[in-house]
């Protein structure tokens, strides 16, 4: 039994005082047809417009056919109108609320049914304020007088057993309702200009034999474009209600107009009649070459063929630079027509690259992209040399859509294996990819058919009549693929032979018509012979000249032909070995009434697999499996027959393309309006890259400028990927290879920076890293007054100036160690021992003040460290480390334990507190680092700068002299005094960011010749050495005057 949760309805008309509402159907639980003893629905406390039930328990499997009925309450308890023999339309004297029968499948333990396309739940879960006009018609037009006797037969009915399954939201009320509002104020409307992108325009222009241009609509009403322009042509045909509440977009499409010419006045002239279309038309140099990638490489590739494994040659570059002008040739069309604030919707495979070459041009374009076939999976993509171009192209748009989430479950692993870009969660269960500081919207809605538009016709009913005569007192399979390998048509005919073979009641009963789309001229004449040899060799064995048991029909067929075969057919078997969809079961429940249902055998490879509920999924290459299902379908009773084909007949046609098309398009949208942050261009390796909007390319103009102002100044640097290039972000993602490397030195330039920065007395310099001791000796122990702190802080040696004198060691221990901290140490380093051994690749990293175990070389062990994870986390009572002073951290690809006190920033804080104590308080700090553990330093800096905004130092006279005033603008110069960057564009505490370590060594080599310039101005008068240091970055507006440095130091 199903334990029904309750339904909600939406009301259309109005309900007296005196009137109630109920659920009245086929079954004893809902009166059986008796609105006396219907299921009685209550208006609701927070939605006035909808009304809601009880549970009941209903069977499972069983479909339910139901009404709504009003009742006149003073007679809900004597009349009593059955059904009898009469339908359920002929009911005298009752009010039905709408002129259908509703139908549903209970599934589950509890069921919710929603009649009103989850409006009243959107209005109940936000009932504090009246919604727009604009939220739908079905909140307009309600009388004040309606309102107020419903909320009083709300009132009456608490008193009874009934119980809203809504409740308030309690104190976040009010923000669920500003998130809605602005949901739906996120919406495609004639405001909005949409660019829609395919291979092929919906409409082609013909040549006459004049030389004239014609245009015509394209064939194959089953291609997307054509589907899709339909939507658009249906939904501006809507009333003039519908349109009141959602506006169609201004769409316009851009794409292969079906005719090439080179010639430049021909192309104008086909641009201009193409225009009436909204059609912009997109013109190749070289077609042939440059279509030939998608044919030979990516067409398979996306089949999951592996396209080089029986090839000894190279790659063919010849191809993919042809692939590439291909794709360049559409965005240069969308780029020379496309207004500000255009959503721009790129579809498949062709025009995988578009979506890069857009953002290159303008990086704040609006990409959606949406693949209509399969996504391989990372084992067959990482074979193509140009993978990271293909995914990286894909991750420039705001939006990547896919049919199924199979095929977006295989793009996120790419992304992860083959770019180490993370997945993450999003309010409101959005699923997206963080890459270079970019969050990439991924979702799965397979495209649906129109079904209005394939209604049968009288056309199609004479048509598949004479099928139907044909095949007379014969069970019909019939199928209908593409001459393509990927069809199975080969698997398919091996196992209707074994079902012919072996179920000998099944003999002269069941006829196979195959019908195989394709140009004859151009098609696979090899698979073909081979059909018909098949098919040949089995009419000759089981079957009569007319009908033949197998029947191969090759060439081309319309969509009434199509129609007509699947609707004269009983079942539909598809033995596909890879299909991104496949439409042909969907348009096989367009064909079929509710009162001559058929049944669907789909192979489990076909993405339509994965929604089609009530079909049999098979596997191809199992022909057992395949005759069983057969065997199953042709002996199928009436009423399980039936209740299978139910099951997806309803989802099929409810389906409309439009309401597809929208839910897209609204997704890009509010994509667009995202205000996390800003896209702000390419970085040194050519990655696009987002950020807020007060995250900004450190000015070196500001930093020499403030840098002589200040009388005490603290430098922190982070070593690799900071002072010097770190070979892991060289290496990876490519490669992912752990080579145990021992890192590099800084360059003898960074090196001399340091020694001259140091030489200055007001200069504190400290180097932070993650390397033991031992490494950063022998990196840096040639700079005497360097202070170094090692495995992020838990060892340091002070700066000259801070060092006590007589001391023999100058490293200092900032964690003391006791049998406690050895006790936890050890038992941590015995458990991540044992998960290195259970995951090969993984590896065990020991530190003074912390272990981890990383794991992010071995691509696989996310669950183990989970359960490591779980294990050691000190919260858990009955963790391990319970009750230990450790901190535990996970990341991706690792675990770490630390002492909870040690990090880079409390190392950076003590710093700053000696020098306070000792020195004064510092007015210019310049913080630099590239990686996670550097946030720790970012975060305490900042605070130290806002602490520090309260406490100004005193004024010297040549900053009088200059006329700086007291007041905000000093705060703001004071502000601008503590700096604190990380290595390139990601999103980070850090207020700045430079992009590479060159920028480091540049701006660490123009403040080593600022402290030069320094030393050399207390002695005698010489022309400034100021202009040694250059302009700053490339980004600087202007670079400050040698006298002017000369002054400020003076």
Aim: aromatic content about 8%; some cysteine; proline content about 5%.
């Amino acid at each position: 039994e199903c334990n029904s949760g309750g339904g909600s309805y939406n009301e259309v008309s109005p309900i007296a005082w005196n009137q109630e509402v109920r659920v009245v159907g086929n079954c004893e639980e809902l009166g059986s047809w008796d609105p006396s003893r219907g299921l009685p629905m209550m208006p609701s406390e927070v939605a006035p417009d909808c009304w809601i039930s009880k549970g009941v328990s209903l069977n499972t499997g069983r479909p339910v056919e139901y009404r709504y009925a009003v009742v006149p309450k003073e007679s809900a308890g004597t009349q009593s109108v059955r059904l009898g023999n009469l339908t359920s339309s002929e009911v005298p004297p009752l009010r039905w609320e709408d002129h259908q029968i509703r139908h549903c499948m209970p599934t589950g333990r509890r069921h919710i049914l929603e009649d009103d396309e989850g409006r009243g739940r959107s209005v109940m879960l936000y009932p504090t304020s009246p919604m727009p006009s604009q939220a739908g018609p079905w909140l307009t037009g309600r009388s004040t007088q309606t309102a107020a006797t419903k909320k009083q037969g709300a009132a009456s009915s608490t008193a009874g057993d009934f119980e809203s399954p809504f409740t308030p939201g309690g104190p976040r009320r009010e923000k669920l309702e500003k998130q809605m509002l602005n949901e739906r104020g996120l919406q495609v409307n004639k405001d909005d200009n949409v660019f829609v992108v395919f291979r092929l325009l919906p409409y082609c222009v013909h040549r006459g034999e004049d030389g004239s241009f014609s245009v015509v609509e394209a064939e194959g009403e089953l291609k997307q474009v054509s589907l899709l322009r339909h939507a658009i042509a249906q939904s501006d045909l809507r009333d003039d209600k519908e349109k009141e509440q959602r506006s169609s977009p201004n769409v316009t499409f851009v794409g292969d107009p079906g005719l090439q010419t080179s010639d430049p006045e021909e192309r104008k002239i086909i641009a201009e009649i193409l225009k009436p279309y909204s059609c912009i038309p997109v013109f190749l140099d070289n077609p042939v070459l440059q279509y030939e990638f998608c044919l030979t490489v990516l067409w398979p590739l996306m089949h999951s063929m592996k396209v080089f494994q029986n090839n000894l040659q190279a790659f063919d570059d010849t191809k993919w630079r042809g692939f590439q002008m291909f794709n360049r040739a559409y965005a240069d069309a969308i780029h020379s027509k496309l207004p500000s604030g255009a959503l721009v919707w790129v579809h498949d495979f062709y025009l995988m690259l578009v979506p890069r070459y857009l953002t290159l041009r303008q990086p704040a374009t609006t990409v959606g992209f949406f693949l209509h076939c399969a996504f391989p999976g990372s084992e067959i993509l990482r074979c193509v040399p140009y993978r990271e171009e293909m995914l990286q192209s894909m991750l420039s748009c705001k939006v990547v859509a896919f049919q199924i989430f199979e095929y977006a479950r295989h793009f996120l692993s790419c992304c992860q294996l083959l770019l180490g870009a993370a997945m993450s969660f999003q309010s409101g269960g959005v699923l997206a990819v963080e890459h270079e500081g970019r969050s990439v919207i991924v979702r799965a809605d397979h495209v649906v058919l129109p079904s209005e538009r394939f209604m049968k016709e009288e056309l199609v009913q004479q048509k598949a009549r004479e099928v139907r005569e044909r095949y007379s007192k014969k069970t019909l399979i019939a199928s209908i693929d593409r001459d393509e390998p990927f069809a199975g048509i080969v698997l398919k005919f091996r196992a209707f032979q074994r079902l012919v073979a072996d179920c000998r009641q099944h003999q002269h009963r069941v006829c196979l018509l195959q019908h195989v789309v394709g140009d004859t001229s151009n098609s696979s004449q090899e698979l073909i012979n081979v059909l018909k040899g098949m098919a040949e060799e089995t009419n000759r064995s089981f079957g009569h000249p007319d009908p033949p048991v197998i029947s191969v029909i090759h060439g081309p067929i319309s969509v009434d032909e199509r129609l007509a075969v699947l609707n004269a057919a009983d079942i539909l078997l598809d033995t596909s070995i890879n299909d991104g969809l496949n439409l042909n079961p969907l348009l096989f429940y367009v064909a079929h009434e509710r009162d001559y249902p058929g049944h669907v055998i789909v192979s489990e490879f076909s993405g339509c697999s994965s929604f089609l509920t009530g079909a049999t999924k098979v596997n191809p290459w199992n022909s057992d499996a395949v005759v069983q299902a057969l065997h199953t379908a042709i002996t199928m009773e009436a009423e399980t027959l039936e209740r299978h084909f139910l099951r997806d007949h309803s989802y099929v046609l409810d389906g409309k393309l439009t309401q597809w098309m929208y839910q897209n398009l609204d997704e890009l949208k509010r994509a667009q309006a995202d205000t996390g942050g800003h896209i702000v261009g390419l970085d040194a390796g050519m990655h696009l890259q987002r950020m807020g909007h007060s995250f900004r390319h450190l000015n070196f103009d500001i930093v020499l400028k403030q840098y002589p102002q200040a009388r005490y100044r603290a430098i922190f640097l982070d070593n690799e990927g900071t002072l010097a290039p770190d070979l892991g972000s060289i290496l990876a993602p490519v490669t992912r290879a752990d080579f145990r490397r021992d890192g590099l030195p800084p360059d003898p330039q960074v090196l001399d920076s340091l020694r001259s920065l140091t030489r200055d007395q007001r200069n504190i310099v400290v180097v932070v890293s993650g390397r033991s001791k031992e490494y950063l000796e022998k990196w840096f122990g040639s700079i005497e007054d360097l202070g170094l702190c090692a495995e992020h802080g838990f060892y340091w040696a002070p700066p000259g100036r801070l060092r006590n004198t007589g001391s023999s060691d100058q490293w200092q221990c900032m964690g003391q160690s006791s049998e406690e901290e050895e006790d936890w140490k050890s038992v941590v380093h015995e458990l991540m021992k044992m998960y290195a051994k259970r995951i090969q690749g993984s590896v065990v990293q020991y530190k003074g003040s912390a272990i981890a175990w990383n794991y992010r070389q071995a691509g696989v062990g996310k669950e183990l460290a989970l359960e490591l994870f779980r294990l050691l986390d000190p919260e858990g009572p009955d963790a391990l480390l319970h009750g230990y002073p450790v901190t535990v951290q996970m990341g991706q690809g690792w675990i770490e334990v630390k002492h909870q006190d040690i990090d880079k920033g409390k190392a950076v804080e003590r710093i700053l507190e000696e020098m306070q104590e000792k020195i004064g308080q510092m007015d210019f700090v310049l913080c630099i680092g590239d990686d996670r553990s550097d946030e720790d330093m970012f975060r305490v800096v900042n605070s130290f700068r806002s602490e520090s905004m309260g406490v100004m130092p005193s004024r010297r006279m040549s900053d009088q002299n200059q006329g700086v005033k007291l007041g905000h603008a000093e705060v703001k110069a004071e502000a601008e005094r503590f700096f604190t960057a990380t290595v390139g564009r990601k999103p980070s505490q850090a207020k700045y960011y430079v992009k590479n370590t060159v920028e480091v060594s540049d701006l660490l080599e123009k403040l080593a010749k600022q402290a030069i310039q320094a030393r050399f101005s207390r002695y005698t008068s010489m022309p400034s050495l100021y202009g040694l240091a250059g302009t700053g970055s490339e980004d600087d507006e202007g670079p400050m005057t040698g006298m002017q440095s000369m002054k400020l130091n003076s």
